[in-house]
């Protein structure tokens, strides 16, 4: 059965800092992985989308990478900046079961 | 227009009412999901949709009914809830799923907060 992990569950953090979210999956035979973002209240937003068959992905101040073989997956955050603060989910996508499983987040605070 | 949306945004309700969830998606979809996201708990899948046909039923208490007319629209009916239903409950839509996979990228809406007393 596919569990994902996101340690830390909650981070704070100085604006500027460049830091990085961690997210582990139990089964390594994944088809994707994406990453959310979440406002209190709100629903998600997604940031990243890496197929099984890639190892990266870019966007802006933020990079995803995909280790399938050891089970983690991390999100790269460069300068943080206030409004960076949120809630980060992980997902990966079970081959067996064809569901997208999501881990409990990281709760980050960036603080001005 | 936003990409999915989702009305009301809150909702409280007695244990013996009846209400309905509305989803609605502007982004040429195929398939609709909806998720109930509970306190100190991961999203949890209830329902899928592909091409309006329901694809997946993930264990749902009966008192949970989806309606999909077409691909652009999904509820989601409540009857007789229990408090420990209070929850976000998400909606979310993908190109299609290939198979039985989310191969693609997954569009969110705000959420319907459930409140049942």
């Known amino acids: 059965k596919q569990e994902v992990t996101q340690i830390p569950a909650a981070l704070s953090v100085p604006e500027g800092e460049n830091l990085v979210l961690n997210c582990s999956f139990t089964d390594s035979a994944i088809y994707n992985l994406q990453w959310f973002r979440q406002d209190p209240g709100k629903g998600l937003t997604s940031l990243l989308l890496i197929q099984s068959s890639q190892r990266e992905q870019t966007s802006g101040r933020l990079n995803a990478s995909l280790d399938k073989s050891s089970g983690r997956s991390t999100l790269y955050i460069a300068a943080s900046q206030p409004g960076d603060s949120a809630t980060y989910l992980c997902a990966a996508g079970s081959s067996n079961t064809g569901k997208l499983i999501f881990g409990q987040g990281t709760t980050l605070q960036v603080k001005p | 227009e936003t990409g999915v949306t989702q009305t009301p945004r809150h909702l409280v309700m007695g244990m013996t009412n009846k209400k309905s969830l509305k989803c609605e998606q502007h982004l040429g979809h195929n398939a609709m999901y909806w998720y109930k996201q509970s306190a100190k708990k991961p999203l949890e899948l209830m329902f899928v949709?592909?091409?309006?046909?329901?694809?997946e039923n993930n264990s749902v208490p009966s008192r949970f009914s989806p309606e999909c007319p077409n691909s652009s629209h999904l509820f989601l009916h409540l009857h007789t809830l229990q408090p420990e239903d209070s929850a976000l409950y998400l909606c979310?839509?993908?190109?299609?799923?290939?198979?039985?996979?989310?191969?693609?990228?997954?569009?969110f809406g705000e959420g319907s907060r459930l409140t049942v007393l």
């Open positions: 949709y592909n091409f309006k046909e329901q694809t």
């Open positions: 979310a839509s993908s190109q299609d799923r290939g198979g039985r996979r989310d191969t693609g990228e997954l569009f």
